[in-house]
């Protein structure tokens, strides 16, 4: 009889301890928003806004027979948001049918278009979804060329916006706290998820799927998006927006340059072919500290000749490439702790303002 009594009063706790653990509803929308910051959401699509056929699928979603997520889908799932900002949509997803994942178009496209709406004194923070396979790469083109002291975030996804356990509604309700956060100007252009506030100079996807993916390898996050708050606990030092020398300007094209992964016995032929179609600038992601093969060597040495300039990055990515006796006699370009494809970036602006080594040597200390 005591066991009996026992189980239905164990039953009766756990039952009112769910009743009151699930939440029957969202929590009550303001009603008056107009002392709420203005935010623009800007979608370029991804994972993030994409869908699968049911709710297990997290590796295999979108495509042309699924229904992507229109940036409208946001406001409708995530209610929560109006608490947070005034937010608009703009929508700068590439068709599903191009060949072409992703362009230099695509990213000329957004920087003017964030060039116009951080000039506008309506607008007080930007929220950019993207892809997470170049997202990094995209938002340190941003963080060169926006010229702005307002935030500008950075957000996407691991899994779809359909999939079990999605960390994409958690993330994009994040990146708009960052970006509604006075705290977040003059950081430059940010990043956030799975919590995470990092610098677009020094964030890198770090895993295929894992949600904890990205990460400042070696300086680690600038601040945190906790449930209570925004908080930072530290400032960028390189010269980002408005500091630097490319922002506010809308470049049609960049100079070419290619990126080489050097291996035991990488050729240098691939070095010679990327010369002969028209290569200003070469990036070798070297082994160890930033060294490159023999035969790499004798390329670059030819491409040199020819007035290319060379960059050279570790792929081991962490730590810098530093400056030694050798690699300045070879009038080589120090990566610092960039991967190769950011250093292919900022190779490629700086080649847009001189083609001397040393010059190009000194925006790579700079930025």
């Given at each position: 009889m005591k066991t009996t009594s026992v189980l239905i009063a164990l039953?009766?706790?756990?039952?009112?301890?769910?009743?009151?653990?699930?939440?029957?509803?969202?929590?009550?929308?303001?009603?008056?928003?107009?002392?709420?910051?203005?935010?623009?959401?800007?979608?370029?699509?991804?994972?993030?806004?994409?869908?699968?056929?049911?709710r297990m699928n997290i590796t295999n979603y979108g495509g042309k027979n699924t229904p992507r997520v229109d940036p409208q889908d946001w406001l409708h799932?995530?209610?929560?948001?109006?608490?947070?900002?005034?937010?608009?949509?703009?929508?700068?997803?590439?068709?599903?049918?191009?060949?072409?994942?992703?362009?230099?178009e695509d990213m000329r496209t957004v920087a003017k278009r964030l060039n116009e709406l951080a000039s506008d004194p309506a607008v007080d923070g930007v929220v950019v979804t993207h892809g997470t396979n170049t997202m990094a790469e995209v938002a340190f083109y941003v963080n060169l060329t926006v010229k702005t002291d307002k935030p500008i975030v950075f957000v996407g996804s691991q899994r779809p916006w359909t999939g079990i356990s999605g960390d994409g509604p958690i993330n994009l309700f994040d990146a708009v706290r960052v970006a509604a956060s006075p705290l977040s100007r003059g950081k430059g252009v940010l990043h956030c998820m799975n919590y995470n506030i990092n610098t677009a100079r020094d964030v890198t996807k770090t895993s295929a799927y894992r949600i904890q993916t990205f990460k400042g390898v070696d300086v680690g996050v600038i601040g945190f998006a906790d449930p209570d708050k925004v908080v930072?606990?530290?400032?960028?030092?390189?010269?980002?927006?408005?500091?630097s020398e490319f922002a506010g300007m809308d470049f049609e094209s960049l100079p070419p340059v290619e990126i080489f992964y050097s291996y035991t016995e990488a050729p240098g032929y691939v070095?010679?072919?990327?010369?002969?179609?028209?290569?200003k600038g070469i990036v070798v992601d070297g082994i160890g500290a930033g060294?490159?093969?023999?035969?790499?060597?004798?390329?670059?040495?030819?491409?040199?000749?020819?007035?290319?300039?060379?960059?050279?990055?570790?792929?081991?990515?962490?730590?810098?490439?530093?400056?030694?006796?050798?690699?300045?006699a070879?009038?080589?370009?120090?990566?610092?702790?960039?991967?190769?494809e950011k250093a292919r970036i900022l190779l490629q602006l700086?080649?847009?303002?001189?083609?001397?080594?040393?010059?190009?040597?000194?925006?790579?200390?700079?930025?």
């Open positions: 039953g009766s706790l756990a039952h009112a301890i769910t009743a009151q653990e699930i939440p029957k509803a969202a929590p009550p929308i303001t009603k008056d928003t107009s002392h709420l910051p203005q935010v623009v959401l800007v979608s370029m699509g991804g994972t993030i806004a994409s869908r699968a056929a049911d799932d995530l209610p929560e948001l109006a608490n947070l900002a005034r937010i608009t949509l703009e929508d700068f997803r590439p068709d599903v049918d191009r060949k072409e994942r992703e362009t230099f930072y606990y530290r400032e960028p030092t390189r010269k980002h927006t408005l500091t070095i010679d072919a990327a010369v002969e179609h028209g290569a060294a490159a093969t023999n035969s790499e060597t004798e390329a670059i040495k030819r491409a040199q000749a020819k007035g290319v300039v060379v960059v050279m990055t570790a792929r081991v990515h962490g730590g810098r490439v530093q400056e030694t006796v050798n690699r300045t070879a009038n080589l370009v120090n990566g610092d702790n960039l991967p190769p700086a080649l847009t303002k001189t083609s001397d080594w040393r010059a190009v040597k000194k925006y790579f200390d700079e930025y």
